[in-house]
């Protein structure tokens, strides 16, 4: 499987303040969708501005195997779907690397198909729990088979000949567990409704409107969400340009936070609120943070950040922020470091899951470069020092995640010593071009 050749390291170095301006690639959760959508929908989907990570690939190569045609003209993707409900059984096992969304997200979309298809992935995605998803999908009729154990992969789904469509409350807060039910609901009959008590990114519901998909959103007085999807209708290909990705621009965002004198510009960031927690925090906190031009694309509002070095403060940040900062927790970790006080990160039980256990890799990656911070079953509190005296010196396990592996190159860049990761390949999976755009905005990263 993927990713097992020689560990390649990276050293952060205290660097001179950052500028100039910069454009994080295509948002991961939309580009992985453009490609699921736009491969099942009937006619030409044509895609500008996709991530091409990893992660995204591996999702497009999945497609293929299941008889969407994709092709890359230009800066576009094109693709010729198969249409609803006609997806051809892949001849060999669907390998997703290191991407929870794309093997998630497809184990909804063919699980419901009247045919087997097997999930493999690397290490980390190995670990990961699938049960999550499994769980709803069996209640659908679809036959797990040959999971390892703790429902994980690798593993073969065997579907129906003919689902039962569900209603199902998400037990946790995940878009990719709603997505997988949502899109298992796309081959079943009738209508399938998810339940969302706490809501996240809604990026399936949006897409899926634009692709024609019968499906609707009811809040309640509770403010849960109740989506219902209408099952084997036609999906119609779309033009999609997928703006920048917030988490990505977490990155050259903190770092021109934590070094003095910097002032950058990031342009073209998604603002959908379910993914602005992090920018939230990092005002809260006292980071200078300017979003400027704020305006509507294809359906998404997005806004260029103009960001400059700033003296940051630590802040409570609420567990009900979570969903929408998920994959930032490791970045907001560092801009802690270097904040005056205490940040407390509450609600974090999700972090465990996912590439690695990020709040355990967290707390391990700031010991390791004498932060002072302590690790809670779902929560983590760092105490800073402005100025970072003191701090770095140390080399951080990445444990496969891409997130660990960025969020401690940015730390180098504002600590007094330098900071080395012992992996710095994963970092391709969502972020190809992070080294190229931090070595142009100034930072020292080899
Ligand atoms: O639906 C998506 O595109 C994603 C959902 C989140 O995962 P969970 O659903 O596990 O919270 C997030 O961490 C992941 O990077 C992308
Ligand atoms: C959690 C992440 O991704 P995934 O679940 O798709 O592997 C992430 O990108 O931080």
Known sequence: MSH????????????KSLSG?????????????????????????????????EDVMRTGDAMKAMGAHIEKRGPEWIIKGTGNGALLQAEAPLDFGNAGTGSRLTMGLVGTYDMETTFIGDASLSGRPMGRVLDPLRQMGVQVLNASPGDRMPLTL????????????????????????????????????VIEPVMTRDHTEKMLKGFGANIEVQTDEQGVRHIFIEGQGKLTGQVIAVPGDPSS?????????????????????????????????????????????RRNAGGEDVADLRVRGS???????????????????????????????????????????KESDRLAAVARGLEA??????????????????GGKG????????HLDHRIAMSFLIMGLASEKPVTIDDQAMIATSFPEFMG???????EIE
């Open 21 to 53: 301006t910069a454009r994080v690639p295509g948002d991961k959760s939309i580009s992985h969708r453009s490609f699921m959508f736009g491969g099942l929908a009937s006619g030409e989907t044509r895609i500008t501005g996709l991530l091409e990570g």
């Open 391 to 398: 701090l770095g010196g140390g080399t951080v396990k990445t």
């Open 4 to 15: 097992q050749a020689v560990p390649q390291p990276a050293v952060a170095r205290k660097s």
């Open 249 to 293: 621009a977490g990155f050259p965002l903190v770092a021109a936070l934590i070094v003095p004198g910097s002032d950058i510009t990031i342009e073209n960031v998604l603002m959908n609120p379910t993914r602005t927690g992090l920018i939230t925090t990092l005002i809260e906190m006292g980071g200078s943070i300017e979003i400027l031009n």
């Open 437 to 443: 755009l931090m070595a142009d905005l100034g930072a």
């Open 311 to 353: 003296e940051l403060k630590g802040v409570k940040v609420p567990a009900e922020r979570a969903p929408s900062m998920i994959d930032e927790y490791p970045v907001l970790a560092v801009a802690a470091c270097f904040a005056e006080g205490e940040t407390l990160m509450q609600g974090l039980e999700e972090l465990r899951v």
């Open 369 to 386: 470069n004498g932060a002072d911070c302590t690790e809670g079953e779902t929560t983590l509190s760092v105490r800073g020092t402005p």
């Open 158 to 193: 065997r579907g129906p000949r003919q689902a039962a469509p569900i209603s199902y409350r998400v037990p946790m807060a995940s878009a990719q567990v709603k997505s997988a039910v949502l899109l298992a609901g796309l081959n079943t009959p009738g209508i399938t409704t």
